[in-house]
């Protein structure tokens, strides 16, 4: 079966009436856990992007945490996880603003995670990688928005 491409999946969801629509998305929900979350974020999260973001950050705060930190290996091996499920997220929302929020949030937990951090250049690195991006990110926002990130990602030690 060759898959369709975007624009004739929109062509022919021009011509499906609502019901259709709605049994279409509920079938699609079904067979992917990433697809209901997205449809989560689209219907009960989107219009309150704030709270979205506060919600992430507490979710990876709580990764953290919850790290194996018995052996640097293991270590290393679930700050790629939490970053991998942080872009998950970032990939749901869409937004410059929110990419940049939690990206900095990640990378000041990435440096309070002592004594790894100090210890592994796989680490440092991962988190200057994200630096460098955020720094992309920031130059494309509104100048008011560039400054105030700025000042936060001044904060971080790299």
Not at 78 to 96: D, P, T, V
Not at 129 to 144: N, P
Request: hydrophobic fraction near 35%; proline fraction near 1%.
């Amino acid at each position: 079966m060759k898959t369709a491409s975007v624009k004739e999946l929109k062509d022919e969801l021009k011509y499906k009436d609502e019901k259709e629509l709605i049994n279409i998305v509920l079938r699609l929900s079904r067979f992917k856990k990433e697809n209901k979350e997205l449809l989560t974020y689209l219907l009960f999260e989107a219009h309150h992007e704030d709270d979205y973001v506060e919600s992430v950050k507490a979710k990876i705060d709580e990764q953290f945490l919850s790290v194996n930190t018995r052996n640097i290996y293991y270590a290393k091996k679930g700050i790629r996880k939490i970053l991998k499920e942080a872009k998950k997220f970032i990939r749901y929302s869409g937004n410059k603003e929110t990419e940049v929020a939690i990206l900095i949030h990640f990378c000041k937990l990435l440096q309070d995670f002592q004594p790894y951090y100090s210890q592994s250049k796989v680490l440092r690195d991962i988190c200057t990688r994200q630096i460098v991006l955020i720094k992309v990110r920031i130059s494309t926002l509104h100048e008011d928005l560039q400054y105030d990130f700025e000042q936060e990602l001044n904060m971080i030690d790299y």
